[in-house]
Every structure is written in structure tokens, then in C-alpha cells.
């Protein structure tokens, strides 16, 4: 096995060349403004180890790369209930299409796509005010990432909830067939403060590494889910966490990961690592363009795959 952090030094050098070539996402404002001459990475192993390159101390909108924490909070909340109001199918469109709901009778296919989420955020709020959610997925996310310093970019927030139409299409399509719970923009509310959690690539590795590690965060000692749902969390983001794009990511790079429109992608190497990279520039179907270059080198470098 090669030295991590000698393999993640030069893959940031083969990066700056490259930076800034691919266009940030324009949809939210505020997104807008964030430089793309920006790559960190940030690896944590199981031993509890945290190796870190380029830009990986900078703070960025984590975006959809919430979903997985959601996700494990509405697991934990009502269990296996959670399918029958969102799919397990990867959906072959884009993060934000409507089209198969409506013959799918508004329930979307999977927690990763903005309608599945979004269902996901409705059984987080559980009966709740947006406020109280949005303080339990904060405190979620500090306590996974063992970081109190975490916390959520207000100015993303409302940057997108002023602009997010489609998010607003998505829930009152589905609250049409009863699959929300709350009021549309109580559940917007809360899922557009997720999105807008600030972390760096080393706050997100570490807040992915019970992934890699069967469940429970190996540095804490915390048990956050049973090896059992870690593996089937990790199934998810394997095939349905790049969107359109998860089959070209599995064939390219071959572990879990989930992507950001804000540029981050969090990775689980079962067993081994958990790594976040950021760069804001993205791919034509919304995923980090050198994120996704450089952990095919990191995949390929240190001969980590679930295959
Ligand atoms: O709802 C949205 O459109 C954004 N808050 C999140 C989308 C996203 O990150 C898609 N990921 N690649």
C-alpha cells in the first residue's frame, strides 16, 4: 500500500493545473460566487488517522452530501419504514427531475434525489418546528464529525429557499399525493439549511468515517448505526449518489460516494478510509469535475474498490 499522504500531494499538484477550467453551480446565487480555483482533499483511515492536501481547512457548502446524514437520521428514527415513501432504484435523471414522479405516483426513488430527500427531511421534521429539526441535524453532524465548530451557512440558506422553484415544484408535486407530512415550507425550510452546512473536507471525513468502519466512528468510539444499515446506507450512495452519473463513478472509481452541487464529494472505502474532496468546478451532471478525477487516482493509487 502506497504512503496516503505522499499519494495525495501528488495527485493536488496534477490538480492545480486544472483548476478552475469547469463552471460552479449558478442555480443558488451565493454558490455563484465561490471561486473554482479551489481542491482539498482529506483522507481519514479507521485507525483514526487524517491525512489532508491543498485546500482541505476551507470551509464549503456541503449541499446534497447531507442527504446521507438525513437519511441515517430518518433510519434511526423509523426504521425500515422509510421505504415505503422513498425508493432504493438509482432514477437515471437529474438531481432535481420531476418527471418520474408523477407516474410513480410521488414517491421518488431514492433519499439522493432532491424529491427523495426532501421526504426524507419531512420524517426528520416529524411533527416538529422547522427550527428544532434543523438544531437536531446540526447537532447530528457535530457529534459524527466530533466538531461543535460545524454549523450552517445562513446566506445559502436563504439564497436558496428565495430561488429553489424546483424544490418547491418537487414538494407540492409530492404533498399532491400525500407523501408529505408538514407544510411545504417547513420541510424546504429545513432541507434547504441542511444543504447549506459548512464543513471542510477534514469535518466531512471524519463525519463520513462510521461509514467505513461498520457503523461506528472508531475515533469517538460512538456507535451511530449498526454494520448491517452502514452497509446498506453505503449500497445506496454506491448506486444512486452521483445521480445520472453513479455508473460512470462505480465503473471509474468503484467505492461509495456522494456528491455536492457545491463542489464537495464525501467517499467510503469500507474498511479502510473515509475521504472527502472538494473542488466547486462541476461535471456536466452537477458532480465535482476534479473531485472526481482525483479519487480515481486516490481509488487506483491505493488499490481500494468494493469489487
Ligand atoms: O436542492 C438543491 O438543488 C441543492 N440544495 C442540492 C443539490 C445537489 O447538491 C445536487 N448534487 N450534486
Given amino acids: 500500500m502506497r504512503d496516503i499522504q505522499t499519494v495525495i500531494n501528488s495527485i493536488t499538484e496534477k490538480m492545480l493545473p486544472r483548476l478552475g477550467a469547469a ?3 449558478d442555480y443558488i ?5 465561490v471561486d473554482p480555483k479551489q481542491f482539498g482533499i482529506a483522507v481519514t483511515t479507521v485507525d483514526g488517522q487524517t491525512f489532508v492536501a491543498g485546500d482541505a481547512k476551507v470551509q464549503f457548502s456541503i449541499q446534497s452530501i447531507s442527504k446521507v446524514f438525513m437519511l441515517t437520521l430518518a433510519l434511526g428514527k423509523t426504521g425500515e419504514s422509510v421505504w415505503k415513501r422513498v425508493g432504493r432504484e438509482p432514477s437515471g435523471s437529474a438531481f432535481n427531475s420531476i418527471v418520474q414522479l408523477e407516474r410513480e405516483m410521488g414517491i421518488p426513488r431514492n ?3 432532491n424529491a427523495g430527500a426532501i421526504v426524507v427531511t419531512d420524517m426528520v421534521l416529524a411533527g416538529h418546528q422547522p427550527r428544532e429539526a434543523i438544531g437536531e441535524v446540526l447537532r447530528f453532524v457535530r457529534y459524527l464529525a466530533d466538531d ?3 454549523s450552517i451557512d445562513n446566506r445559502v440558506a436563504k439564497s436558496e429557499q428565495t430561488t429553489g422553484y424546483r424544490n ?22 429545513v432541507y434547504f439549511h441542511q444543504c ?9 471525513a471524519r463525519a463520513g468515517l462510521f461509514l467505513a468502519n461498520r457503523g461506528r466512528n472508531p475515533v469517538t ?19 444512486c449518489g452521483h445521480y445520472d452519473g453513479s455508473g460512470d463513478f462505480a465503473y471509474h472509481v468503484g467505492l461509495p460516494g456522494k456528491s455536492g452541487v457545491g463542489g464537495g464529494i464525501l467517499v467510503v472505502a469500507p474498511g479502510k478510509a473515509s475521504v472527502a474532496v472538494w473542488s ?12 472526481s478525477v482525483a479519487l480515481e487516482m486516490l481509488a487506483n493509487e491505493m488499490g481500494w474498490s468494493v469489487f
Fill in 23 to 25: 463552471k460552479v453551480a
Fill in 29 to 33: 446565487p451565493e454558490l455563484a460566487k
Fill in 111 to 113: 433519499p439522493f434525489v
Fill in 148 to 150: 461543535e465548530t460545524i
Fill in 168 to 189: 418547491f415544484a418537487l414538494a407540492n408535486f409530492m404533498s399532491s399525493f400525500g407523501n408529505l407530512h408538514h407544510p411545504v415550507d417547513h420541510t424546504l425550510g
Fill in 196 to 204: 447549506a452546512l459548512s464543513m471542510n473536507c477534514v469535518q466531512l
Fill in 221 to 239: 468510539g460512538h456507535s451511530v448505526v449498526s454494520e448491517k444499515r452502514a452497509r446498506r446506507i453505503n449500497a445506496l450512495m454506491l448506486t
Fill in 280 to 291: 466547486p468546478g462541476l461535471n456536466e451532471v452537477g458532480n465535482s469535475a476534479l473531485g
